[in-house]
């Protein structure tokens, strides 16, 4: 039994999960690219992941980076909009907002992460050449978030039960601590000493 409930912790650990959507994107992602998952926390959207950036000159890839979606349009419009989008020519685009940390960017492709009916983040890929992303790739970027949302849901909901489940366990400790006796005082002792 705890074989199995370690087995399936491991799979649906969310730090692991994210790892697994790293590894898969680089798969669905045509050439040496870099991708990245953004979460939203607030009013930004947050790198948790990301690979393929040292080698296009970010030494620590984005761990640090954090956009106000309100002032970057991609993230608008994909809130907005439910959609995924399509940047063939960074350069050419009204709005663009160049991050530092990303000068180099020259195409961007970007799908939102939906959980029901809200965007809880963003994949996204990026290439240093223009032109390299076209609405095919958007569209596997797209079928490629719905799982990654249904996986997040699911290490979400997996670590409450554990949460819960903990919870009912040490009840379960001080309840069986507490029925051999009527003695009050012994009972809380042995609650106390199950709980700890």
Request: proline residues 6%; glycine residues 8%; hydrophobic residues 45%.
């Amino acid at each position: 039994m705890y074989q199995a409930t370690a087995a399936i912790s491991s799979s649906l650990d969310l730090d692991r999960v994210l790892d697994d959507i790293m590894e898969q994107m680089s798969i669905v992602i045509p050439g040496d690219e870099a991708v990245s998952i953004m979460l939203i926390e607030g009013e930004y959207a947050r790198v948790v992941r990301s690979r393929g950036y040292e080698r296009l000159g970010a030494p620590d890839g984005l761990s640090a980076l954090a956009l106000k979606i309100a002032d970057t349009p991609t993230f608008r419009i994909m809130r907005e909009t439910g959609a995924p989008i399509v940047i063939p020519r960074t350069a050419d685009y009204p709005g663009w907002i160049q991050p530092p940390e990303t000068p180099w960017l020259g195409s961007y492709a970007g799908a939102p992460i939906r959980v029901g009916g809200q965007i809880i983040g963003f994949l996204n890929a990026d290439s240093d050449t223009p032109d390299f992303f076209c609405q095919t790739d958007c569209d596997r970027l797209q079928a490629f978030a719905a799982q990654a949302a249904v996986a997040s849901q699911n290490a979400h909901l997996y670590q409450e039960l554990s949460h819960h489940l903990e919870g009912a366990q040490l009840l379960n400790k001080a309840a069986l601590a507490s029925g051999s006796t009527l003695d009050f005082d012994e009972v809380i002792r042995r609650t106390l000493a199950a709980l700890l």
